[in-house]
């Protein structure tokens, strides 16, 4: 158990939709990422969020946001959704931002499905 | 900008073999290295990471890397394979910003 945990673990959605990932990190981290992992791009960078605020943009498309709320936990915002958009969706969670090679730990994911 | 390139998507050894995944990286600066495992249905785990203080990383589940600067290689090695090593592995360079960059991941099956 990694300490970081996601809501929903799963989700079934229809196209056009807009669905809410949730992701606590452990406790005392200050960073969150969100990667999404899919069968055909890979894991890919999407944000990330260092203690409230937005830190880093990856390939994030702009039906997607996030935020960081003040107690740390962070939520993914999907919308219109598209059937492209089906993917596992993972939250990490680190003590720092960057410059260190300290560990970024993973929750167990949220498995997005758009039918 | 720094990437990662994974060789071989699916490796296949017999139990008691050898395991050796490979990972070439590429970064202008010194990179951070990361191996993760993710076995079916779940997260990553981090197997071990090198941050420069030695070039041999020992990590978990009897698994090690060794950091080779003139190869640009960061290769991960078991030397016995167990059933229970069958899962999915990255590689992986941190970049100046924070964010991992991953490889195409290397699907590890044992054979009994």
């Known amino acids: 158990d990694s300490g970081v945990t996601q809501t929903p673990k799963h989700l079934i959605t229809a196209t056009g939709q807009r669905v809410t990932l949730r992701c606590s990190p452990r406790?005392?981290?200050?960073?969150v990422y969100w990667y999404q992992q899919s069968l055909d791009q890979g894991l890919q960078f999407l944000i990330q969020?260092?203690?409230?605020?937005?830190?880093a943009k990856g390939n994030i498309l702009e039906r997607f946001s996030a935020q960081q709320f003040p107690d740390l936990h962070s939520e993914l915002n999907l919308s219109s959704l598209e059937l492209g958009d089906s993917a596992l969706y993972f939250c990490a969670s680190s003590s720092r931002t960057s410059g260190k090679p300290d560990t970024q730990y993973f929750g167990p994911g949220t498995r997005l499905t758009v039918l | 900008a720094q990437s990662v390139t994974q060789l071989g998507s699916h490796v296949s050894v017999s139990e008691g073999a050898l395991v050796l995944l490979r990972c070439n990286y590429s970064s202008s600066v010194p990179p951070y290295l990361f191996w993760y495992v993710q076995y079916p249905n779940q997260g990553l785990q981090l197997l071990l990471k090198?941050?420069?203080?030695?070039?041999l990383v020992k990590g978990i589940n009897g698994f090690e890397a060794e950091f080779k600067k003139s190869e640009t290689s960061f290769h991960l090695t078991k030397p016995s394979a167990h059933m229970s090593d069958a899962a999915e592995y990255f590689c992986a360079v941190k970049d100046q910003g924070g964010k991992l960059i991953f490889g195409q991941g290397t699907e590890l099956s044992v054979k009994p």
């Open positions: 969020y260092y203690n409230g605020e937005e830190r």
């Open positions: 090198y941050t420069s203080a030695a070039t």
């Open positions: 406790s005392g981290d200050l960073s």
